[in-house]
């Protein structure tokens, strides 16, 4: 009985401080694993080594298919801006321009003719016009010549009845003498005298005659001035009218060759964009890659010839998404290049991915079926070197490179 009393203390006395010793292992492995990702982003410097240089590679393809001429630059030449980098042939397309080129100057030279016929059929309204006015005119001198006829043919008239009055009273008193004169109680002068009276007014009287005959003949042949003035008249208006018409289908047809003016004019413009479209031009300063296009190939269009690469260099770092907390445009980074061994470069972080590198995969992760692994996301950060620094000028795209980014300030 002594001997078991004894041993049980004993016992426990043993396996206490193991067992305690385990418990707060156990405690201290839950509140790492519980606290890990707060204490990750509370560092105040981060760091990753998933980071690569980068840079613009702009791929440059042909927009029409045609031979290639030449290519007068070599696999990773220096390139300045506007520099000819691949040359087709473009013969086809001169003749398509000069093609258009024509086309134009025919439109052009269309409109001008269009313009001098609408000149000239505006002279022809004009003379239309005046032509009315004359025709008009000739109406009022016809009506004036019938109203000086008519009023010759009353006084011719007026004038008749007042000689044929005197013809009757000379022939009465012709008679009476002539009576006188047969039982002796007239002179033979004053029968005589009568009867020159009696012939004198019937003289005036075939005169009167003869000027209402005149006087008739000038009111029909007015009358028939006017007829033919109207129908002149007549024919001047239709004359207007039709110029006129003419002059509407010219303004038409104006309308028609503008259009047609504009189309070729149209087809100019793609012609020349074609003909510019054989020369591919570097269109920034920076380096060529490999050569895709030989001369003599035939290229389609979208061919891709050759590859541009810009001078212009930044680093891209995949940094955990725990280590992005605090991170912040403007913080100061340190970049180390595997390729510069030795070579420290500062640089600052530019801005933040708007989202995690899997979002912007050909194939982005689907995690709504299926089992599910929880897996650190990476967000993109670019990170620019700061200016001054001469090693920069050696770095090209996709190198290896370490940062460290210096937290200046957290939530």
Known sequence: MSKLTEWAPNTVKSWSVPGLVLVMAAAILVM????????????????????YTRSDVTPLSTKVGALVASVPVSDYQPVKSGQLLVQLRDDDFRAYVQQAEAGVAAGEGALINNQRQK?????????????????????AAAHAGIAAA?????????????????????????????????????TRQKVEQVASAADSYKAQLASRNA????????????????????????????????????????????????????VQKATLVVAQSN?????????ENGR????????????????????????????????????????????????????LPGVVLQGSVNYLSPASGSSFALLPPDNASGNFTKIVQRVPVKIV???????????RN??????????????
Request: net charge negative; aromatic share 4%.
């Open 275 to 283: 003909l510019g479209y054989t020369r591919i031009v570097a269109p």
């Open 119 to 139: 000149q000239l059929q505006d002279a022809r309204i004009a003379q239309a016009g005046e032509g009315i006015k004359a025709a008009q005119a000739d109406i």
């Open 211 to 262: 000027e209402i005959a005149s006087a008739q003949a000038q009111l029909s042949s007015r009358e028939a001035d006017l007829a033919k003035a109207q129908a002149e008249l007549g024919s001047k208006n239709a004359e207007f009218e039709a110029q006129k018409r003419q002059r509407a289908v010219l303004d038409s047809q104006e309308m028609v060759l503008k259009a047609d003016l504009n």
């Open 385 to 395: 070197f700061d200016p001054g620094q001469p090693a920069v000028q050696r770095l």
């Open 32 to 51: 790492i694993v519980g606290n890990w990702n707060s204490w990750a982003s509370q560092r105040a410097e981060q760091k990753t080594d998933d980071a």
């Open 288 to 339: 060529v890659g490999e050569r895709k296009v030989l001369p003599g190939q035939m290229v389609s269009p979208g061919t891709q010839a050759i590859s541009l690469v810009q001078d212009y260099v930044w680093v891209q770092a995949n940094y955990k998404e725990t280590q992005t907390r605090h991170m912040r445009p403007g913080d100061p980074a340190v970049i180390r290049v595997d390729a």
């Open 150 to 186: 008519s009023s010759a043919i009353a006084n011719a008239r007026s004038a008749m009845d007042a000689t044929q009055a005197e013809v009757q009273r000379t022939d009465l008193e012709r008679r009476r003498q002539e009576a006188l004169i047969a039982v002796e109680s007239a």
């Open 398 to 411: 996709g190198l290896s490179v370490i940062t460290s980014v210096r937290i200046n300030g957290g939530e």
